[in-house]
Structures are given as structure tokens and as C-alpha cells.
């Protein structure tokens, strides 16, 4: 009886690491910016459409160092520091973009720390929408995500 259990046990966990497996090679990162704090990409695979002229992208944060000490400081003001800033690992954030009169707003954003576990969920800097700044990190996102615009041509009479 105790093998049968142990069988059963084995095939529900290859079962469960298949599924996440297929799950995280789904994603298709794509990478948007480099900065002095880390490489930001997009994930293709996760832009939908919200409604007509809005969409909604996921966007990853993978920090380096510089990324990792000023994360740290911010969470340590409120007191959901880890006990290094190495410790940390990546962010991942839920954008909306109107794409019709240019502007954003972030939706949702987690840090994660290096096994993959949450450590914090940011407070929402842009739970407004905001202009999307010309030739920022979210107009390349959105240039990305947006279907181009046609204006379409008045004919004189």
C-alpha cells in the first residue's frame, strides 16, 4: 500500500512540474530596454486586448546590482526588506496602455526574490493614467503593444 501511495505522490508532482514547465516556456520575453538598474522586457505571448483601444502587456524587470540596492532601500523604508539586497531578483508588472490617447498606468507590481517567492507588492505609482513621455521605456512598450495609428485622409471636394 505504502508503494501505491508513493507512485501516486510521484506521478501528481511530474504531472505538476510538466504543467509549470509548459507554462513558463510559454512566455515569450522580449527584451525593451537596457538601464543602469537592469533589463526590462515584455512579454509578447501575455498582450491582450482589453477593449478597443486599450491593451494590457506583463513587463519584467531583471535587476542587476545597482537594481537590487535601490530596491532594497525603497523596501526597506517599509520594512518588507529582505535580509540582503542580493537576495532579490526580478519585478513583474501588469501595464495598461491606451493606445489611442497615449497614456498608462500600472496595474500590479511584485518583487521577487531569487527562488521565485514574493517579496513585496509595490504600491501602485501610476494607478492613474499618465501621458506616455516621448521616447521613454513606455513608449517603447507601447509602440510595441499598439496597433499603428492610420489617420485617414479627407478628400476635398
Request: proline fraction near 4%; charge should be positive; glycine fraction near 4%.
Amino acid at each position: 500500500m505504502r508503494m501505491k501511495t508513493k507512485t501516486v505522490r510521484s506521478i501528481i508532482g511530474f504531472v505538476i512540474f510538466i504543467l509549470c514547465a509548459n507554462q513558463a516556456l510559454a512566455a515569450e520575453w522580449i527584451l525593451s530596454e537596457k538601464s543602469a538598474t537592469g533589463d526590462e522586457y515584455y512579454d509578447q505571448s501575455r498582450v491582450k486586448k482589453v477593449n478597443n483601444h486599450i491593451n494590457s502587456v506583463v513587463v519584467k524587470k531583471i535587476y542587476n546590482d545597482v537594481g537590487k540596492v535601490q530596491n532594497y532601500s525603497a523596501l526597506k523604508k517599509v520594512n518588507k526588506a529582505p535580509i540582503n539586497p542580493y537576495i532579490l531578483s526580478h519585478e513583474i508588472a501588469l501595464w495598461e496602455i491606451d493606445c489611442l490617447n497615449g497614456k498608462m498606468r500600472i496595474s500590479s507590481e511584485r518583487i521577487y526574490d531569487k527562488r521565485g517567492d514574493v517579496i513585496a507588492t509595490k504600491p501602485s505609482l501610476h494607478d492613474k493614467w499618465i501621458n506616455v513621455v516621448p521616447n521613454s521605456k513606455f513608449e517603447k512598450i507601447k509602440n510595441k503593444v499598439c496597433p499603428p495609428v492610420h489617420h485617414s485622409k479627407i478628400k476635398k471636394k
